[in-house]
């Protein structure tokens, strides 16, 4: 069922505003947060006069569970203006291409497909515009295309499914060390050297490694996003996606755990070998890590994004929705972009781990 949030004063389309962290009227300038919104449709839908399956007829009963058994198809019709629109079905939420009203295409995200946790939109379309023109503003070389107004009205905030891994990892690292140590003798010296065995065994939990579920997103610019800060994770609510694209995952927690397992052992194991410290030489014989999975959770995570073709090659503008981090090559110096993109990325991987470690 298509669904459009409205403003309980005005009766107008009801968006979810990052720059107030609650739900904007536009029109009349209601301001309600989630919570307070979902309590407000509860005591609506109790009203006797609301048309509910429950107390509807046997005939609108079969209606409703016809329009259940379509719930995958790509046509649905804009409950504001009638339009008829077409979404590809991992579409949750959108906007009507006549009317302009944000609608939420409900029955996709129940059951297996309603996400526990959301981190909202933080940074809104001006923003993100602004940081955009800031972007294209900086290299001398950007191509002035780029930074034409039409490219920044196709700035699109969408909602990317995630999945969060917990893990328990135990890690075992065994390398040949060797201290090198000059004693005097004599008017010469003599140096020996001490060979050890190093062994370091580290156990550690990880929590909330993500791994994007989204078939259509390039894994690597998902990672480069990252670190999404964890006090934002809101308990997942429809009410959050009003105004926004949003899409529902197409590949599973198996499908895409090994990504995030690799991330895991890496860390512990650079983290082991890290306190191998002090010797001339060290020389790893074996690494060996064992990751219990704790728990996993579904997410959905906020990402401004722009896409446009330049000279003929796909050109995309990402943003970390929650904080700004742009990802995104300038398409003149596009080596230089890159190596700069590599350092902030391995950069941010580590605050992210840290942040989540608990030794
Ligand atoms: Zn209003
Ligand atoms: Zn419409």
Redesign the pocket.
């Known amino acids: 069922m298509e669904k459009i949030l409205r403003c309980p004063n005005c009766g107008a389309a009801f968006e979810y505003s990052a720059d107030r962290q609650m739900l904007h009227c536009r029109q009349c300038g209601t301001d309600m947060t989630v919570d307070a919104y979902r309590q407000y449709e509860q005591t609506q839908s109790a009203a006797p006069d609301e048309g509910t399956a429950r107390e509807a007829g046997p005939e609108y009963r079969e209606q409703t569970e016809k329009q259940r058994g379509q719930m995958n198809m790509k046509i649905y019709h804009?409950?504001?203006?009638?339009?008829q629109?077409e979404t590809d079905p991992d579409t949750v939420a959108t906007r009507?291409?006549?009317?302009?009203?944000p609608?939420l295409i409900e029955d996709r995200i129940e059951g297996r497909y309603r996400p526990d946790l959301i981190i909202p939109f933080a940074i809104s379309k001006e923003k993100a515009m602004e940081a955009y023109e800031k972007w294209t503003g900086k290299g001398p070389l950007t191509p002035r295309e780029l930074r034409a107004a039409t490219v920044t009205e196709r700035m699109t905030g969408i909602y990317i499914p995630f999945w969060l891994f917990d893990y328990h990892a135990e890690g075992r690292v065994t390398a040949n060390a060797t201290r090198t140590r000059v004693v005097p003798r004599g008017d010469g010296e003599d140096i020996y050297t001490d060979y050890f065995l190093a062994v370091r065994e580290l156990g550690a939990d990880f929590k909330g490694i993500p791994a994007d579920a989204s078939e259509k997103q390039d894994d690597a610019v998902m990672d480069k996003l990252e670190p999404f800060n964890m006090q934002g994770v809101r308990e997942f609510a429809p009410e959050y996606l009003s105004g926004y694209l949003a899409q529902r995952y197409d590949r599973t927690a198996e499908e895409v755990g090994g990504r995030a397992q690799t991330r895991a052992k890496n860390y512990i194991l650079s983290m082991a070998m890290g306190t191998i410290a002090g010797y001339s030489s060290v020389v790893p014989l074996d690494q060996n890590v064992q990751l219990s999975p704790l728990s996993r959770r579904y997410a959905l995570f906020p990402v401004w994004m722009m896409n446009c073709t330049y000279r003929g090659k796909p050109f995309t503008f990402v943003m970390n929705g929650q904080t700004g981090r742009i990802v995104a090559d300038r398409p003149v110096s596009g080596s230089r972009a890159a190596g700069i993109g590599a350092a902030v990325f391995a950069a941010s991987f580590a605050a992210l781990m840290l942040g989540g470690l608990l030794l």
């Open positions: 804009c409950s504001s203006c009638g339009a629109l009507c291409a006549y009317c302009g009203n609608t």
